[in-house]
């Protein structure tokens, strides 16, 4: 017999999110990416915008975005991105317009597009997940790697004397005028995830608010090409890439962005 009062209501603590299909994701264990996917799926719900929105997605590991996420999507070329979602803004003013990106995508091959649709204002929605390598193509070495981080390509450890240092992309494009909203957040723990939610939602209000482009970073891990295993990989992702790549707000210039550009 069951002691549960008739009165009481049942607590939810976990629901598929509508804009999330029921399909299994072919990241690894640990991978950040499928993290990503429920929190893009979760903001575009509460904000209504999944029927409206076209989504870009990436060459990558998260290629496949199409099939996890119940949105319109076009395929863009390798780091290409931003300048599809220019071209679906400017034709489809009605529409929500969101871009998923990973590091070798935006950080490296796609670096041109991302600058420029940032520089231009563009008003898009930009998810940068920064997992420090490229996942897809065996672990190499990218332009987020970390100063003595091994990889396929930098077996000895990133050297600043040949390789350079890390590439703190976001921070560069909130320096532009066209960027109403920047932020990093990360995956480390659940008090994060939950901080990169709230990001993501306010980069979704600044494109509906009209007030630029908006881009929010995300650090997470890749044990496959950390060649860690996913509980080593967070503990790296907290002592090293949160380390290099501070996570937090980095602008949000709001309503006071509004320029004097007719509405598209
Ligand atoms: S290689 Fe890395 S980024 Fe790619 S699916 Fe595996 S864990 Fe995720």
Not at 75 to 89: D, F, L, Q, W
Not at 197 to 211: D, V, Y
Not at 212 to 231: D, K, N, Y
């Amino acid at each position: 017999m069951s002691t549960t009062p008739a009165t009481a209501v049942p607590r939810v603590v976990y629901r598929r999110p509508e804009l999330l299909t029921e399909r299994s994701t072919h990241y690894c264990p640990g991978c950040g990416h499928g993290v990503v996917h429920r929190l893009v799926a979760e903001v575009l719900g509460e904000l209504g915008l999944g029927p409206r929105t076209i989504a870009v997605a990436p060459v990558g590991c998260a290629v496949f975005a199409y099939d996890y996420l119940a949105l319109d999507f076009v395929e863009a070329p390798h780091g290409r991105a931003p300048a599809v979602a220019t071209g679906i803004r400017r034709v489809r003013p009605d529409a929500f317009v969101l871009t998923y990106q990973g590091d070798g995508d935006l950080a490296a091959i796609g670096t041109a597009e991302i600058v420029h649709a940032a520089a231009r204002g563009e008003r898009i929605t930009a998810v940068f997940v920064n997992n420090g390598i490229y996942g897809m193509t065996g672990g190499q070495m990218a332009p987020t790697t970390l100063l003595g981080q091994r990889t396929t390509s930098s077996p000895a450890g990133r050297e600043a004397a040949s390789a350079g240092y890390p590439l703190h992309i976001t921070e560069m494009l909130a320096l532009l005028p066209g960027v109403a909203y920047a932020a990093r957040g990360s995956l480390v723990d659940p008090a994060w995830i939950g901080r990169t939610k709230a990001f993501l939602k306010r980069a979704c209000e600044a494109q509906l608010e009209g007030t630029g482009f908006a881009i929010v970073e995300v650090l997470a891990s890749c044990p496959v090409g950390w060649a860690m295993t996913p509980r080593d990989s967070l503990a790296f992702l907290r002592e090293r890439m949160m380390a290099e790549f501070p996570p937090g707000l980095l602008i949000d210039r709001g309503r006071s962005a509004v320029s004097d550009r007719p509405e598209d």
